[in-house]
């Protein structure tokens, strides 16, 4: 469990992008001082297979949809299993065909909304919210 009270969206995913895309900004900065094309062509090459890298971890359930989620889901090593599906509302799915036409809702995470519109509450087991 993490020590802050929001779900900041730390991931697999987001981490090992920010990753690979810090070695590709180390390269273009060694380009620049090098004054050295192929140095930054080799940096922007990086930064690119960064994106790349970072929307395939995404796809594969390793990333999280936008918006609030349960406080269970709020780890960053637990996988997203409706990211097979599409998240409503994110590019990366609309980009690689998913998510299209379906709006998803609290209950389709396991969420039930308190009725005064309070805090989301993690729905019980076996129940769906319906």
């Known amino acids: 469990m993490s020590a802050h009270q929001y779900d900041e969206g730390h991931t697999v ?67 997203d299993l409706a990211a097979r599906d599409g998240h409503a509302g994110c590019v990366g799915c609309r980009l690689a065909g998913r998510g299209r036409g379906v709006e998803r809702t609290a209950e389709a995470y396991g969420v039930v909304v308190a009725a005064g519109g309070g805090e989301p509450e993690p729905a019980a087991a076996g129940e769906t919210g319906r």
């Open 13 to 79: 995913a987001g981490w090992t992008g920010f990753v690979v895309a810090t070695a590709g900004a180390v390269v273009l900065g060694l380009g620049v001082c090098t004054a050295s094309v192929t140095t930054l062509a080799g940096g922007l090459a990086i930064v690119v297979v960064s994106v790349l890298v970072t929307w395939a971890l995404h796809l594969t359930g390793w990333g999280k949809p936008p918006g609030r989620r349960p406080r269970e889901q709020w780890g960053w090593r637990v996988r």
